[in-house]
């Protein structure tokens, strides 16, 4: 018998939503509303795709060099992109969390981020997959249990599709009004309004897209939530959310998505790519600080 590469996996239900949250990464494998996917599946065998779903922390995307300057202290962080020499995607990618379900429709789940070379700080995390009647609520939980001051940032990974639609049919609307200029190693070098090839806010076909992007300038609604919207042909709408702290998110349009010719993340984040280095909406947590961060998906219509 072979072991599940993403670690133990939590099947949630509530009536018609079903959701699948595998221990690595504590990632969202998978979320069905009425029996439509809202996340892209991949084969049981396979270890995570590009990311997908995964939780990114202590920092989302890059660091160029995996080198970052702590008041005037340079830290070294493993290259863990090697084709563009950048620490990727934070320390606990990999990482299998610890659990706890106590529900049918919850789980939560619990990792720390250990002082290491590069990040010598110590954080406590959760992560909170909980049922709604329409989809899933995520909440997040970054406590600073060392006692430094410590740098963070997170991420989400989220690969959507509304489930029998291909991907390149549906219609992405976002309400960014700028985006990041990234160099040959997709380190931010400029930040510019949105141009004809980036503007999501008036929907565009996914299929005439190619985006590895990030956004700000997003616009939120009366609740405090930002909405990002994909719309299949037939009318049904899935939407995912972000709340208060999540000012960036990433659009990445990709071939490599296992057995599909066409997959989209959207990707919450609380800053940007190198923001370890350009000081952009990174939080410093002081001894015993909690930061909390929420959000989710929805079949709105």
């Known amino acids: 018998m072979t072991a599940d590469p993403t670690g133990r996996r939590f099947v949630l239900r509530r009536d018609d939503v079903i959701a699948e949250i595998a ?31 995964v ?24 290259v863990s992109e090697p084709a563009f020499g950048n620490a990727s995607h934070g320390l606990l990618r990999f990482a299998p969390y610890a659990a706890d379900s106590d529900a049918t429709d919850r ?13 010598p700080f ?35 990974h989220p690969f959507l599709e509304i489930g029998g639609v291909d991907t390149a049919d549906l219609v992405i609307r ?12 997709k380190i931010p070098v400029d930040e510019q309004p949105v141009d004809a090839g980036t503007d999501l806010r008036d929907g565009r076909r996914i299929g005439d897209l190619s985006l590895d992007t990030a956004y700000r300038g997003l616009a939120r609604d009366a609740d405090g939530r930002i909405r990002h919207t994909l719309t299949a042909p037939d009318g049904r709408v899935s939407t995912l959310w972000q709340g208060v702290g999540f000012e960036w998110a990433q659009v990445f349009t990709t071939d490599r998505y296992p057995d599909r010719a066409l997959a989209v993340a959207i990707e919450p984040m609380t800053a940007p790519a190198n ?5 952009t909406d990174l939080r410093r947590l002081a001894p015993g600080e909690t930061w909390a961060l929420e959000w989710g998906i929805e079949l709105t219509a």
């Open 55 to 78: 939780v990114l922390v202590p920092w989302p995307n890059r660091i160029r060099d995996g080198i970052w300057h702590d008041d005037g202290e340079e830290r070294r962080l493993a």
């Open 174 to 185: 976002s309400s960014g009004t700028t985006r990041l200029v990234l160099d040959d190693r």
């Open 122 to 156: 110590h954080l406590a995390t959760t992560v909170t997959y909980t049922l709604t009647a329409t989809g899933v609520h995520v909440s997040h939980e970054l406590t600073n249990v060392g006692t430094g001051s410590a740098p963070v940032a997170l991420g989400t």
């Open 23 to 53: 221990q690595v990464g504590a990632s969202l494998r998978a979320l069905t509303v009425g029996g439509t996917d809202l996340v892209s599946r991949y084969a049981d065998e396979l270890p995570t795709p590009s990311a997908s779903g």
């Open 275 to 279: 923001a370890f280095n350009s000081g």
């Open 107 to 119: 789980v939560t789940l619990r990792a720390d981020v250990y002082p290491q070379t590069g990040y």
